[in-house]
């Protein structure tokens, strides 16, 4: 009756490790997809001299093929890692802590999130998570300071990409 009892125990560990590295193989090659992302709006003059509006509808990426990195880090051996540094970087150089947080001891991590347009324009800036203070309006204006980056790519063709960014802010003693 035990044997049963392992061989039932083997066959769910066997079955459970082969789907998760089919889970495992299958994200490494799969993109991962936020959803759908209103990339540009176009006014377009037609032959009647009014303008027309289109909306071009793209899928939004979370993590793609060759993700977007900031102008100057293509070219370097690993550009998503120069990237990192560089917005580690801007953001220690230019994150003011505000008066209100200080007066108010508020203290924590900001989440912002943005999307790095086709054209490596930043676009749909938004806090995810703030802590008030002025803190979720510091990471907002951070953000909109940033320069271009180059556009992230998935099979060989220019994507939108989401980006979240924590920022934390802590009071020294």
């Given at each position: 009756m035990n044997y049963r009892i392992y061989i039932l125990i083997l066959y769910c560990l066997l079955i459970n490790t082969k789907a998760n590295s089919q889970l495992e193989a299958s994200a490494t090659v799969r993109p991962e997809i936020v959803g759908d992302h209103i990339d540009t709006l176009w006014s377009v003059k037609n032959g009647g001299g009014?303008?027309?509006?289109?909306?071009?509808?793209?899928?939004?990426?979370?993590?793609?093929?060759?993700?977007?990195?900031?102008?100057?880090?293509?070219?370097?051996?690993?550009?998503?890692?120069?990237?990192?540094?560089?917005?580690?970087?801007?953001?220690?150089?230019?994150?003011?802590?505000?008066n209100e947080a200080k007066k108010q001891r508020i203290q924590g991590i900001v989440y912002a999130k943005y999307v790095v347009k086709t054209d490596g324009s930043l676009g749909n800036i938004r806090v995810e998570r703030g802590i008030g203070g002025g803190c979720d309006e510091e990471v907002l204006r951070f953000i909109g300071t940033l320069p271009a980056y180059t556009p992230g790519f998935q099979d060989g063709k220019a994507v939108p990409v989401q980006i979240t960014l924590p920022v934390k802010f802590k009071l020294m003693k």
């Open positions: 009014k303008e027309d509006f289109k909306l071009v509808k793209t899928t939004l990426y979370k993590k793609v093929e060759k993700m977007p990195v900031l102008i100057g880090c293509e070219t370097d051996s690993d550009p998503e890692e120069c990237s990192k540094k560089k917005l580690i970087d801007l953001l220690y150089n230019n994150i003011k802590y505000p």
